[in-house]
Antibody
């Protein structure tokens, strides 16, 4: 069974960079079938797709964060990462990593990581 | 404001059936059969219920069903159970050249 696990600091200061990693186990991140995505959920609000990355490194970003976001993939260690720069309180959210299938669905999700932006 | 429109809340009694709608456009829901539905309980990750409009992944009870008509997709839950209470989201592929997928704002289901 595929499992995803987010990790990273739970508290980030305003204007700094939020960095999270998603470890994938039970399957290869190099699979040609899947993309790997980051999705966030501000407290009490809905879901927002941030972007997706393929094992080759090709990326698709949400325009709402495109100028601040960088995603990368490490096939050797079977994980992928999210960097979000110049964060503000509006970036406070639970950040999920997920596997995006060929039918544009997200069957596997991490448990989520709460990141709070505060000084 | 979400790209796909869902009702903010629905409710039903145990054993009843409810339907949640997800309205989009020709660029997403209406143009492609890539609509999926998710259930989220508080503090948990979303769980995939329905893929490609009407297909249930292994392990999802057949009480959950999906359909689509025009630019609106629907999720129907029959035989409501207490554990069905939670928030439901729809997601669709979009032909937008800036986004991959678009999300609904979520519908809070209360089992009375």
């Amino acid at each position: 069974q595929l499992q995803l696990q987010e990790s990273g600091p739970g508290l980030v200061k305003p204007s700094e960079t939020l960095s999270l990693t998603c470890a994938v186990s039970g399957g290869s991140i190099s699979s040609r079938t899947y993309y790997w995505a980051w999705i966030r959920q501000p407290p009490g609000k809905g879901l927002e797709w941030l972007g997706s990355i393929y094992h080759s490194g090709s990326t698709y970003y949400n325009p709402s964060v495109k100028s601040r976001v960088t995603m990368s993939v490490d096939t050797s260690n079977n994980h992928f990462s999210l960097n979000l720069s110049s964060v503000t309180a509006a970036d406070t959210a639970v950040y999920f990593c997920a596997r995006r299938g060929p039918n544009w669905d997200f069957q596997f999700w991490g448990q989520g990581a709460l990141v709070t932006v505060a000084s | 404001q979400s790209a796909l429109t869902q009702p903010a809340s629905v409710s039903g009694s145990p054993g009843q059936s409810i339907t949640i709608s997800c309205s989009g456009s020709n660029s997403d829901v209406g143009g492609f059969n890539y609509v999926s539905w998710y259930q989220q309980h508080p503090g948990k990750a979303p769980k995939l219920l329905i893929s490609t409009v009407s297909n249930r992944p292994s392990g999802v009870p057949n009480r959950f069903s999906g359909s689509k008509s025009g630019n609106t997709a629907s999720l129907t839950i029959s035989g409501l159970q207490a554990d069905d209470e939670g928030t439901y989201y729809c997601i669709s592929y979009t032909s937008s050249n800036t986004l991959e997928v678009v999300f609904g704002g979520g519908t809070k289901l209360t089992v009375l």
